[in-house]
């Protein structure tokens, strides 16, 4: 089974307007960190935002916040008031904590490309 | 502060070719990474290092070896290079030895094509 799963292939919002880019996992772990990184057109990995299982509150960064529903497995990335610039892919990703054995381990979705029209 | 660097930014080898990709940061980080990214996979681990002076396979070790040469460098050595090879490499470190909370930060990639 995937651990991470990213349903949109590509997603199209007009610049200034928010947009949602939908992350599912699964786990068995209690302890577990959730994370959102941005892939420009230029290649390299820029992070973005981090949730943990443990926090109570939905992880905030400037535009970006984490919609975190945990009894369903989502962390939602939001992004409000879209730019050109964050027309890039967009990578969901988990830590397990997994008694220690899953140590340094990021498991990635496949990604969700993103494009924001003028 | 460049964070974390790669080299070479693209490289082309012929099959059975070797080849080592270096990567090193200057952020004090503890732990190192080696990732492979192929396209509609997403990245998968090659290789980590959790600490100065250890390494351990990821996901995807096969044909693939590394050196943890000292807390800022870390090396990925292909021995004999072959087309299933060709991808897009990344290092990353990250702070702490480990834990959920643990931020990685990412090089800017090594574009290899093995033909």
């Known amino acids: 089974a995937q651990k991470i799963t990213q349903t949109q292939p590509g997603m199209f919002v007009q610049e200034k307007e928010a947009v949602t880019l939908d992350c599912t996992y699964d786990?068995?772990?209690?302890?577990?960190?959730l994370f959102w990184y941005k892939q420009p057109s230029s290649g390299e990995m820029i992070f973005l935002i981090y949730?943990?299982?443990?926090?109570?509150q939905n992880a905030t960064e400037g535009r970006y916040s984490l919609n975190f529903q945990k009894a369903r497995k989502s962390a939602n990335l939001v992004i409000s008031a879209s730019q050109l610039g964050d027309s890039a892919m967009y990578f969901c990703?988990?830590?397990?904590?997994?008694?220690?054995?899953?140590?340094?381990?990021?498991?990635f979705g496949q990604g969700t490309i993103l494009t924001v029209h003028p | 502060n460049a964070g974390v660097t790669q080299t070479p930014k693209f490289q082309v080898l012929k099959t059975g070719q070797s080849m080592t990709l270096q990567c090193a940061q200057d952020?004090?980080?503890?732990?190192m990474y080696w990732y492979r990214q192929d396209p509609g996979m997403g990245l998968r681990l090659i290789y980590y290092?959790?600490?100065?002076?250890?390494?351990d396979k990821g996901e995807v070790p096969n044909g693939y070896n590394v050196s943890r040469l000292n807390k800022r460098e870390f090396s990925l050595r292909l021995e004999s290079a072959a087309p299933s090879q060709t991808s897009v490499y990344f290092c990353?470190?990250?702070?702490?030895?480990?834990?959920?909370?643990?931020?990685?930060?990412f090089g800017p990639g090594t574009r290899l094509t093995v033909l």
């Open positions: 990353a470190s990250s702070p702490l030895a480990g834990g959920v909370t643990d931020t990685q930060y």
């Open positions: 290092s959790a600490s100065e002076g250890t390494t």
């Open positions: 990703a988990m830590r397990e904590d997994a008694g220690g054995t899953s140590y340094g381990k990021l498991t």
């Open positions: 949730q943990g299982s443990y926090d109570e």
């Open positions: 952020m004090n980080h503890n732990s």
């Open positions: 786990t068995s772990d209690q302890s577990y960190g």
